[in-house]
């Protein structure tokens, strides 16, 4: 199981270099500031496997390293002295199925924090059949203060422009990542396809499309 959360990393971090250096013959020196993350596993950030990875790609602060939602309390302080020794970012993947007590002792050492796109989409389905702040109710319920909120499982333009229209600037920076995403006009520019085999069929990613 190691071995395959050590394919997957090294996958998703190639993948993002790749990306990247697409997006900036695109978007010019736009493209070198937007955020990009990748997920580690939950056996992987304890192990020295990581440290050589953390060691071996030298990542500045636009790429963040997701820690998953299945990670052990055993396993916090690790992750804590990891962010500390070598400056990493992290951000809580899933963060709404993560353990209470794993979550509260991590939100001093992340950078935002996600939601689970199977949570997004069932809040996002009611759209036009209830009211839209019960909508946004459990969405806005999940942020921290002072901390990004990334909502996952963006699949429509309606998705975005009531994302846009219902969530306040009170409520802090949000990020939205896309899953079978289909877009046009200028959003456009920020949905990168891959075209990777092992990939849901027609998988976008949105990498740090902000707004504020």
């Known amino acids: 199981m190691l071995d395959f959360e050590l394919v997957v990393l090294l996958k998703g971090l190639n993948a993002i270099q ?6 900036r013959m695109a978007l010019g020196v736009q493209a070198d500031s937007l955020l990009m993350s990748v997920n580690v596993g939950d056996l992987l ?3 020295p496997e990581f440290v050589e990875v953390v060691a071996r790609y030298r990542l500045d602060e636009t790429t963040l390293f997701e820690i998953n939602e299945n990670l052990s309390m055993e396993r916090v302080n690790v ?3 990891l ?3 070598y400056k990493i970012r992290l951000a809580l993947d899933d963060s709404n199925d993560m353990q209470e007590d794993v979550r509260k002792a ?3 050492k992340v950078d935002l924090i996600k939601v689970d796109f199977k949570f997004t989409r069932n809040q996002l389905s009611h759209i036009g059949q209830e009211d839209p702040g019960s909508i946004m109710e459990e969405l806005v319920h999940l942020r921290q203060p002072d901390m990004p909120l990334v909502i996952e499982g963006i699949e429509s333009e309606q998705d975005i422009i009531f994302i846009q229209n219902h969530w306040k600037r009170a409520y802090g920076d949000l990020y939205w990542q896309g899953w079978a995403v289909q877009v046009s006009g200028l959003l ?3 949905f990168e396809p891959c075209n990777n085999r092992e990939l849901p ?3 976008r990613l949105a990498p ?3 707004l504020r």
Do not use: C, I, N, P
């Open 201 to 203: 069929k027609g998988y």
């Open 106 to 108: 991590l939100l001093d």
């Open 188 to 190: 456009e520019r920020f």
């Open 83 to 85: 962010a500390d020794t």
């Open 45 to 47: 950030v304890s192990s």
């Open 18 to 23: 790749a990306l990247r250096s697409r997006l």
């Open 208 to 210: 740090g499309v902000l």
């Open 79 to 81: 992750v804590r002295q």
